[in-house]
C-alpha cells in the first residue's frame, strides 16, 4: 500500500494541530458556531442526531494492520456517548416499532465510500481523536464539507485478475491534487470521484461526479474514460460519458477544468439542485464544451501546469510496494493444515463466497464479512477491529481494503494459508460465507444515529437478515444486491440495488419505498441504472415480508438455466429483467396490512 512520506506525515500533524487551535478558540467563544462549522466540516466532524460523529479517510480503501489497531483504541477509549444522550437514544429506538439491535458504543462502521466512522466522540475529544490518527497517517481531510470528498477505487485494485491498469497511484496523485485545493475548497456542493483500473466496474464509477476508468489503446497507450454528472439522491442520474480517451498526463488538468465550470455554474441557491449532476443535465453538451474550452486554455494558455510527468508518476507509483511472498510477516502454516482440510464442505463453501483468484497465482484475496446479526452492516466493536488488525497483520503482510459493501478484503493471502485463515476468521466472527448473497446488505446508519435520515435502516437490516440465515438457502437464491436508505440523500445506495429499499416520512411515521432493478455497473449487475418503485411505501412490519414475497416470485419465474452461468439456475437480476415488473410488482403489493403511505 501507498508509503507516506515524511512531508505527508508533516501535512497530516500540522493540520491536526490546525483542528486543536480552532477548537480551543471555538470553546472559548473565540469562533462563532457558523465560523467552526465548515472549519471542523473539512476535518471530517459532523454533529448529528445525538452526538458528534466522525469520518475517517480511508484513500481509495487501502488499510494497514496498525492503523486498525488505532481505530479500535479510538473506538475503546474514546466512543464513549455522554450518558444522558444515550439514554435518550435508547429511550427513542425503544419507542419505535420493530426489532432492532440494540444502540452500542465503542465500535467503528465502514462506509460505502471505503470510509470509517465513530458516532459517539465527544467533540472536545476530538483535537486527541486528530493528534492520535495522525500517528499512523490518518485524518478526517475532505471526508465532508463542499469539497473533493475521499476518492474511491476497486477494492481488487492492484491484486484484480481482469485490472488493465492499476488504478492506485493515479487515485492518490488525484489525492494530493484535491487536498485543500484553494480553489475547490467551497464547491456548490460535495464532489466524489471514482475510479478503476479493470474490465469489471467494481466502483460504481457511473454514480459518481466524476468516474474514471483506465483503459489502454493496443498501442499501449494508457488513458481515461471520463464520466461526468453521476449520483444518488432525489434525482439518481447515471454520468454522462464526455472523453472517450484522455491521455493519463492530462488528467488533473482535465479534472480542473470538469471542476472549475461546475464551480462557476453550479446553483448556490437550492441544495436539492447543487450537485453537478443537475448542471450537466440542465446544460448538455454546452456543459460539455465549456469543459473542453476551459481545458484547452488550461493546456494551451496556461502550459497544462497539473500536467503528470513520467518521473513523477513513478516518484508515486514506487511509494506502493507489493509484499515478498518470503516475508516473515507471512504466519507459518503446516502443509497437513493447508492439504488435508481442504474437503471441509464449510471450509469450500467460504472458499467459493468469499475467496477470489489474485494476479499472482500463489496468492488469493479474501473477503473478512462484517455483516452478522446483532450488529449493523458494517459495523465492528473495538474488539473486532483489534482482531481484524490481527487477521491482517499476520495472513496479509499488514494491509486491507474496506470495500463499497462495507467489508474488509485481506489481498495478499498465501493459498497455502487459507485454511488457517478460515478457521481464526471463523472463531473471531468474521467468515460468514455469504459474499454478494442476500444478507451481505448494504445500510447505512440511517435514523437511529443521522440527523437527516427520515426512518431507521438498521432494524429493516436485522430483520431481513434475521428471516434470511440458511446458508443452502442463501446459496440457492444466488447473488443478490440489497441496499437500505435511511433517507432520499441515499448514503446506502438504495437506487443501485437489485433491491433497493428507502426509508421515508409520513405524518412523523417510518414508511418504505421498494425498488427493484437498480446496478451499480459490475459484471453481475449490468449497465449501472436506477431501480423502479414497485408502489406506495410500506411499514416497518410490513417490509420483510414484501423481501420475501419477491423472492418467492424470483424463484417461481427463475428458468433453470442462467445467462454465462455454466448450467447454473437464472439469477434473481437477470430472472427480473426478462420478465419485467409486473408480476414482482403484484407480489410485493400483496403484503399490505396497513394503509399505504405516499407513493
Known amino acids: 500500500m501507498y508509503q507516506y512520506t515524511e512531508f ?47 469520518r475517517v479517510a480511508v484513500p481509495y480503501g487501502e488499510i494497514s494492520s496498525q492503523q486498525l489497531s488505532v481505530l479500535a483504541q479510538i473506538a475503546k477509549e474514546y466512543d464513549k456517548p455522554d450518558k444522558e444522550l444515550f439514554a435518550k437514544a435508547q429511550a427513542k429506538q425503544d419507542l419505535l ?40 497517517d490518518m485524518h478526517g481531510i475532505q471526508t465532508s464539507g463542499n469539497c473533493i470528498r475521499n476518492i474511491t477505487t476497486d477494492e481488487l485494485a492492484g491484486v484484480a485478475i481482469d485490472e488493465v491498469v492499476d488504478p492506485r497511484p493515479y487515485a492518490e496523485i488525484l489525492r494530493q491534487w484535491s487536498t485543500l485545493h484553494p480553489e475547490f475548497a467551497f464547491l456548490p456542493r460535495k464532489f466524489k470521484i471514482a475510479i478503476t483500473g479493470a474490465t469489471e466496474d467494481r466502483a460504481a464509477i457511473g454514480w459518481h461526479d466524476v468516474g474514471l476508468q483506465l483503459v489502454k489503446k493496443t498501442q499501449g497507450e494508457v488513458g481515461f474514460k471520463v464520466w461526468v454528472g453521476g449520483g444518488m439522491g432525489r434525482t439518481p442520474v447515471i454520468g454522462t460519458l464526455v472523453r472517450e480517451f484522455l491521455p493519463w ?123 452478522r446479526l446483532g450488529l449493523a452492516p458494517g459495523d465492528a466493536t473495538a474488539e473486532q477491529l483489534e482482531a481484524s488488525a490481527h487477521l491482517v497483520a499476520q495472513y496479509s503482510r499488514g494491509e486491507a481494503r474496506v470495500t463499497h459493501s462495507q467489508n474488509l478484503v485481506l489481498p495478499w493471502v498465501q493459498e497455502s494459508h487459507l485454511f488457517d485463515l478460515w478457521q481464526e476468521a471463523k472463531a473471531l466472527g468474521f467468515a460468514n460465507p455469504n459474499i454478494g448473497l442476500l444478507n451481505d446488505m448494504i445500510a447505512c446508519p440511517g ?65 418504505y419505498q421498494v425498488t427493484l432493478g437498480g446496478s451499480d455497473g459490475s459484471a453481475l449487475s449490468g449497465t449501472a441504472g436506477a431501480g423502479k418503485v414497485v408502489g406506495p411505501s410500506f411499514s416497518a412490519a410490513e417490509v420483510p415480508e414484501v423481501i420475501e414475497a419477491v423472492i418467492n416470485k424470483y424463484l417461481e419465474l427463475r428458468a433453470p438455466t442462467g445467462k454465462n452461468q455454466n448450467g447454473r439456475a437464472e439469477y434473481f437480476i437477470e430472472t427480473l429483467r426478462r420478465v419485467g415488473q409486473d408480476s414482482f410488482k403484484a407480489a410485493a403489493n400483496s403484503v399490505r396490512h396497513s394503509e399505504p403511505a405516499i407513493a
Open 8 to 54: 505527508d506525515r508533516q501535512f497530516v500533524k500540522l493540520r491536526a494541530a490546525q483542528h486543536r487551535d480552532q477548537l480551543e478558540r471555538w470553546q472559548k467563544g473565540q469562533l462563532a458556531d457558523e465560523e467552526f462549522r465548515p472549519l471542523r466540516l473539512q476535518n471530517g466532524w459532523y454533529v448529528q442526531r445525538y452526538a458528534p460523529m466522525l
Open 447 to 511: 435514523g437511529d444515529y443521522c440527523a437527516l435520515a427520515n426512518a431507521r435502516a438498521i432494524p429493516v437490516a436485522a430483520a431481513i437478515s434475521e428471516r434470511y440465515q440458511d446458508l443452502d438457502e442463501l446459496d440457492d437464491l444466488g447473488p443478490i444486491d440489497l441496499h437500505i436508505s435511511g433517507c432520499i440523500n441515499s448514503c446506502g445506495h438504495h437506487h443501485s440495488g437489485h433491491i433497493g429499499i428507502l426509508g421515508v416520512d409520513k405524518d412523523g411515521k417510518e414508511w
Open 249 to 371: 498526463q492530462h488528467i488533473m488538468n482535465y479534472l480542473e477544468a470538469v471542476v472549475r465550470v461546475y464551480n462557476r455554474w453550479g446553483r448556490r441557491d437550492n441544495l436539492y439542485k447543487a450537485r453537478i449532476k443537475i448542471l450537466v443535465k440542465a446544460e448538455g453538451q454546452r456543459y460539455i464544451d465549456e469543459v473542453e474550452s476551459e481545458f484547452k486554455e488550461i493546456v494551451n494558455t496556461d502550459g497544462g501546469p497539473h500536467t503528470i510527468s513520467q518521473a513523477e508518476f513513478d516518484r508515486v507509483a514506487a511509494c506502493f510496494v507489493e509484499p515478498e511472498l518470503t516475508s516473515q510477516a507471512f504466519v507459518a502454516s503446516s502443509s497437513q493444515s493447508a492439504n488435508s482440510n481442504t474437503q471441509d464442505p464449510a471450509f469450500q463453501r467460504w472458499l467459493k463466497q468469499n475467496v477470489v483468484p489474485h494476479k499472482n497465482p500463489a496468492l488469493r484475496a479474501v473477503t473478512l464479512s462484517f455483516k
Open 97 to 136: 416499532p420493530g426489532k432492532s439491535p440494540r444502540l452500542i458504543k465503542g465500535y467503528g462502521h465502514f462506509t460505502t465510500r471505503q470510509n470509517v466512522q465513530f458516532n459517539w466522540i465527544p467533540l472536545d475529544k476530538s483535537a486527541d481523536v486528530m493528534d492520535l490518527l495522525a500517528t499512523v
